[in-house]
């Protein structure tokens, strides 16, 4: 994987030197900034020219190329410094700007990176939005789509858990088995009754139907035997064939 100079993008980094912060002033502010060490300074600037010359910075003023310039001071705290294209005198062109806060160099973004980088920050924020959104939808074949939320979890386990009554039996059990009691008294009528709890339970009186004579069973089963027993009449020939007068 080839390697990312950082210095071709300067706006996600700074630069500072720790022993220029105490001692920083509009006079030397410009000196801190052409340290050798600082990603954001350019090398061949006309201010490298003239430090190496050991002329003053109105020289730049007559000079055409690229340099800095100080913008604005706030001291002890803010200092602006430009970087600039002079082609005459009297013309220059703004390339970028950076400030000093506090000893710390950053580079200001221009406006294309400013709206770049809110755009992307606004699609981003939406888009997480959406996939926060669809981490809490829901989808069952039998139900459709519902949602479901963190915070209804933390709802339904803060509720007191409230036990269901199971009913013992469903209505079809209930009426098939009050049939086969009923069934079962009729068959079996029990031996006692109580018509009050806490009454003398009264017997019950079962009406038994009267059994027949063992004689007149006996006597029935001789009758069937007797016709059996009687010969059948006999069947009658068949007629005589007469023959015929001629």
């Known amino acids: 994987m080839a390697s ?34 600082n990603p954001f300074y350019d090398r061949t600037c006309n201010n490298e020219l003239v430090k190496m010359q050991r002329l003053t910075l109105e020289h730049l003023n007559q000079m055409v190329g690229v340099e800095y310039i100080l913008l604005h001071a706030q001291e002890p705290i803010l200092y602006i410094i430009r970087k600039q294209q002079r082609q005459s005198s009297s013309q220059v062109i703004p390339l970028a700007d950076y400030y000093i806060i506090a ?22 924020g939406i888009q997480s939005a959406f996939d926060e959104a669809m981490s809490y939808c829901r989808y069952h074949p039998s139900k459709g789509y519902w949602w479901h939320f963190k915070d209804q979890e933390e709802r339904e386990k803060a509720k007191p858990k409230s036990k269901k009554k199971e009913e013992p039996s469903s209505l079809f059990q209930r009426q098939r088995v009050d049939t086969l009691l009923l069934d079962l008294r009729s068959k079996f009528p029990p031996p006692f009754y109580q018509p009050k709890p806490g009454e003398k339970p009264i017997p019950v009186e079962v009406k038994k139907e009267p059994e027949p004579p063992t004689e007149t069973v006996k006597q029935e089963e001789r009758e069937p035997a007797a016709k059996s027993s009687t010969p059948a009449p006999a069947s009658k020939p068949p007629p005589e064939k007469r023959a015929r007068l001629q």
């Open 4 to 37: 990312v100079d950082f210095r071709d993008n300067l706006l996600g980094i700074s630069w500072v030197d720790s022993g220029w912060v105490p001692i920083l002033n509009p006079g030397n502010v410009l000196d801190y900034f052409s340290e050798r060490s």
């Open 103 to 124: 000893g710390v160099v950053y580079q200001a973004p221009d406006l294309g990176t400013v709206i770049s980088s809110r755009a992307l920050s606004a699609v981003h």
